[in-house]
């Protein structure tokens, strides 16, 4: 069984500035996993996904995250936040030949002015 | 742009009564899923269909809840009665292919639903 550690559950930061949502996953088979925001009020949107190959991936709105196995981590990045950031952003996983998909409790994005 | 429909977007309801959500896949979408989201949590998975077939609803508490997708194309999920705990976000998502990793999940807009 897969399982999904969103470390922190409100991240601030001010407009412009880098951030990082940090994820770490647990599963005893190899994975896939994703990122989706959701917006107040509306359902989900995929951010980003890894499946396999170049551990760097890049996604919408300028976000792109890093596999790292040996980690056991997924952390999400964007170099310069803009006000219409302020969503959650929930990390998830599902495992090999499975596609049920495990989702993180998320983490809300607060932008600062 | 297609999108996942569900109506209704907002269900205020008192306890022991029954409700209903009704869910519109995008077109041609064989996977359709419902999952709760509890106010503070993740989206759980409730139940996942293959066309008309149930594929998975082990998370689903089947004493109160039923769920149908009877042509393979639209779903409803019922709830009856209606608990306090009930109260959450329930989000339908819909895949194009068979149910798998690389299908990517497009989600609705949910239906916020509050038990008095």
């Known amino acids: 069984a897969q399982s999904v550690t969103q470390l922190d559950s409100q991240v601030p930061v001010f407009e412009e500035a880098p951030v990082e949502l940090r994820c770490n996953y647990s599963s005893s088979v190899s994975v896939y996993l994703f990122w989706y925001v959701q917006y107040p009020n509306q359902g989900l949107q995929l951010l980003l996904k890894?499946?396999?190959?170049?551990?760097l991936v890049k996604g919408i709105n300028g976000f792109e995250a890093e596999f790292n196995k040996s980690q056991t981590s997924f952390h999400l990045r964007k170099p310069s936040v803009h006000i219409s950031d302020t969503a959650e952003y929930f990390c998830a996983v599902t495992g090999f030949g499975d596609d049920k998909i495990i989702f993180g409790k998320g983490t809300r994005l607060h932008i600062l002015p | 742009e297609a999108e996942v429909a569900q109506s209704p977007r907002y269900k205020i309801t008192e306890k022991s009564q029954a409700v209903a959500f009704w869910c519109d896949p995008i077109s041609g979408h064989a996977t359709l899923y419902w999952y709760r989201q509890i106010l503070g949590q993740g989206p759980e998975l409730l139940v996942q269909?293959?066309?008309?077939?149930?594929?998975?609803d082990s998370q689903l508490p089947k004493d109160r809840f039923s769920a149908e997708r009877l042509k393979g194309v639209d779903s409803t999920l019922k709830i009856q009665p209606a608990e306090l705990g009930d109260s959450a976000m329930y989000l339908c998502?819909?895949?194009?292919?068979?149910?798998?990793?690389?299908?990517?999940?497009?989600f609705g807009p949910g239906t916020r639903l509050t038990v008095l």
């Open positions: 890894y499946l396999s190959g170049s551990t």
């Open positions: 269909f293959q066309d008309e077939s149930v594929v998975d």
């Open positions: 998502a819909s895949s194009l292919g068979d149910a798998g990793a690389h299908n990517e999940q497009f």
